[in-house]
């Protein structure tokens, strides 16, 4: 057996190429040499491919660029990035990340052309992020295509845009973006950490919360996100302007933005496509909204459980009829109901939404009145809740302050007064323990104070005084 053959039956073997119908591997002769292209169906450019083919089968036998492999890299393939690898586990995960391995008697290395192209739809805006104003493209699930649109918004050489592969199955590409002049170089080199040695981990099954769990494993008692997730290239570059890291992960069309604290999770793009003044409000308001969809449930089930405690000007707020089903239950089955009728929306057909959420509305509100299961304020406090959720830019932070109203239900039902009390004293110290992965408060800058960072996260700046 030549070596030629020993070479492109090791390569065979190592792909498995006779088991998968999509691993292509394709003889070929050109130049008076036996060549071999190995590669995945549906990760090749055909355009580039012919192109680069028409070249190769003009060669001549005697044609220098057979004087070595990097001379054929040189001088016979033009069209395409390209590159010598002599490691034959290297040039089987490139393969199966898409790039086209060329095996060529006479030589000993393989050539991996980069002709590939992945599926991908178009960088539409995202339905989370909608904005009023500004850039209405979003990433999508190729890495490369949303490098690109990072790099079109930052056209600086302080840039970095650094590739890891994570996961000893999945092998998933990872991209660690970055402005070297403004990046804090502690938290830099506890990614590089954490990205270089990452353990024995499998496969990034869950894109975005695999590589979270990975990079900072938290309580479980403790719902509070403590990454930013955004699908606007705009919002991520200007993460990266600002100093923080921004992680890409293949096959997802969400960025990462690490540290992020409480008021960084709580930015909006809106708020930097409007006035400051504008901006400013739509920021208080978000704020005011959060503070809210923590309180209002608690705090009308403890004045209706001690009347004592309200003022005679705004009695209204309790029920003139007694409920047939205690207010605690209400709410509770009401906050069930609520996810559920979310799960339902997710999961039907988007030619049915609209019928879905009128028979819900009718269902749900009006009939549910009249049975009386709930009463109409239980119904009208759980519709601001609702609201209020959709509000935040983050579904995580949503949840988080969803599990603690409810905590704060069932003390309030136990303890009343006293059990909000130490309910609020609890959620305070949950945020208190809990550190961005720079290892600084989540609360900050309220805690440790810093008033000028605080000013600028609160009111939206100027862009003179950025």
Same mark, same amino acid.
């Given at each position: ?53 028409e070249?190769?089968y ?30 034959l ?11 086209t ?10 050539? $991996? ?20 104003r ?11 295509l949303?490098?690109?649109? +990072?790099?079109? =918004? +930052?056209?600086?050489?302080?840039l970095?845009?650094?590739a ?22 502690a ?7 954490k ?22 494993p938290?309580?479980?008692?403790n ?23 921004? /992680?890409?992960v293949?096959n ?24 400051? @003044? ?7 308001i ?9 309180l ?5 089930? /403890? ?6 405690l309200?003022p ?12 047939r089903?205690p ?28 019928? $879905? ?19 109409a ?7 601001f ?16 302050v ?5 905590a704060? @239900? ?6 009343? @007064? ?9 959620v305070?110290?949950? /945020? @208190? ?6 290892? =600084? ?9 810093? $008033?000028?960072?605080l ?8 862009i003179r005084?950025?």
């Open positions: 057996m030549s070596d030629f053959d020993a070479r492109a039956k090791a390569l065979r073997a190592a792909l498995q190429t006779q088991k998968s119908f999509d691993l292509l591997d394709r003889p070929v002769f050109f130049g008076g040499r036996r060549a071999l292209f190995v590669l995945v169906d549906g990760f090749v450019k055909d355009d580039l491919f012919e192109k680069i083919m070249f190769f003009a060669l001549k036998q005697d044609d220098p660029c057979f004087e070595s492999a990097q001379h054929f890299l040189d001088r016979a393939v033009p069209y395409c990035e390209a590159a010598l690898e002599p490691d586990d290297k040039a089987v995960t490139a393969v199966l990340s898409g790039q391995a060329l095996l060529i008697e006479g030589f000993s290395q393989l050539i $991996l052309l980069d002709i590939r192209t992945y599926p991908q739809r178009d960088t539409a805006e995202p339905e989370k992020d909608k904005v009023f500004g850039s209405h493209d979003g990433f999508v699930e190729t890495m490369v949303n490098c690109a649109l +990072i790099r079109r =918004r +930052i056209r600086s050489t302080a970095r845009m650094e890891y592969s994570l996961g000893s199955a999945s092998q998933t590409d990872v991209v660690l973006c970055y402005m070297d002049d403004r990046v804090d170089r938290v830099l080199d506890k990614l590089h950490e990205l270089a040695h990452p353990g024995d981990v499998d496969a990034l099954t869950m894109n975005q919360e695999s590589l979270a769990e990975l990079l900072l938290h309580k479980w008692y719902p509070f996100p403590r990454f930013k997730y955004t699908e606007r290239p705009d919002a991520a570059a200007a993460q990266v302007l600002e100093g923080d890291v921004v /992680l890409l293949d997802s069309p969400a960025a990462m933005t690490l540290p992020s604290s409480l008021f960084d999770i709580m930015e909006e793009a809106n708020d930097y496509y409007f006035p400051p @003044l504008t901006g400013s409000y739509l920021r208080l978000r704020f005011a909204v959060l503070l809210a969809m923590l209002l449930t608690p705090l009308w089930l /403890l004045v209706n459980r001690n009347p004592a309200l005679t000007s705004i009695s209204f707020l309790i029920p003139a009829e007694a409920p089903v207010l605690f239950w209400q709410l509770l089955i009401l906050e069930l109901g609520i996810d559920g009728l979310k799960l339902a929306t997710l999961n039907t057909p988007s030619m049915m939404t609209t019928s $879905l959420s009128v028979i819900a509305g009718i269902v749900v509100g009006d009939f549910a009145v009249q049975s009386g299961w709930f009463s304020e239980a119904m009208l406090y759980m519709a809740v609702a609201l209020g959720a959709f509000n935040q830019p983050s579904f995580e932070l949503g949840y988080a969803k599990f603690m109203r409810i704060l @239900l069932i003390l309030v039902t136990l303890g009343g @007064l006293w059990g909000l009390l130490g309910g609020l004293l609890a305070l110290v949950i /945020l @208190l323990r809990c550190k961005t992965f720079s290892g =600084r408060s989540y609360l900050y800058p309220l805690i440790p104070l810093d $008033l000028r960072v000013r600028q996260k609160l009111f939206r700046p100027s005084r950025q």
